[in-house]
């Protein structure tokens, strides 16, 4: 039997994996400078949250889409509670950025403390979470894998 298939895909490589490393890595920056600007308030660590918000909610948006087309591809991904409950955080996770996002647009001190911080650490808490469900839905239930499971 084949592996559950992923829809958004070129050349057979599937897309949700490689554009989720983006927001990722921009959202667990955010954490670590909004707790550089708590501790020395400069204005530059604000200013890089706010950059790394915006640039990790824009290609969140790309990984959701790529990630809903694959959901919505192919029904035994449907069937795994694991993909629902990945997706589910994902959209968490996305929600919590955007309006981490809008709140860094204020005053830099308002921005980050104590409101942009705790947005930033709960986004990173709920990341590792959904992480491990999508390391799941690869390496156990063999999701967008090209070989055959055993």
């Known amino acids: 039997m084949e592996n559950p298939q992923s829809t958004a895909s070129i050349a057979g490589h599937p897309i949700h994996p490689m554009l989720v490393t983006i927001p990722i890595a921009c959202f667990v920056g955010t954490l670590f400078t909004d707790i550089a600007y708590w501790r020395t308030a400069e204005m530059t660590w604000?200013?890089?949250s706010a950059w790394l918000l915006t640039v990790g909610v824009i290609v969140?948006?790309?990984a959701a889409i790529a990630g809903l087309t694959d959901f919505l591809g192919?029904?035994?991904i449907r069937a795994q509670?694991?993909?629902?409950l990945h997706m589910?955080?994902?959209?968490?996770?996305?929600v919590l950025s955007f309006f981490?996002?809008?709140?860094?647009?204020?005053d830099a001190w308002t921005s980050v403390?104590?409101?942009?911080?705790?947005?930033?650490?709960?986004?990173?808490?709920?990341?590792?979470?959904?992480g491990w469900l999508g390391w799941a839905l690869v390496y156990r239930h063999h999701v967008g894998v090209a070989d055959e499971a055993t």
Not at 100 to 106: A, I
Not at 116 to 130: C, N, P, Q
């Open 46 to 48: 604000a200013n890089f």
């Open 60 to 62: 969140a948006i790309l």
């Open 74 to 76: 192919d029904r035994r």
């Open 81 to 84: 509670p694991t993909a629902w």
């Open 88 to 94: 589910g955080g994902n959209l968490v996770v996305l």
């Open 100 to 106: 981490n996002m809008l709140v860094h647009t204020r």
């Open 113 to 130: 403390v104590p409101t942009g911080l705790i947005l930033s650490a709960l986004v990173v808490i709920i990341l590792i979470f959904t």
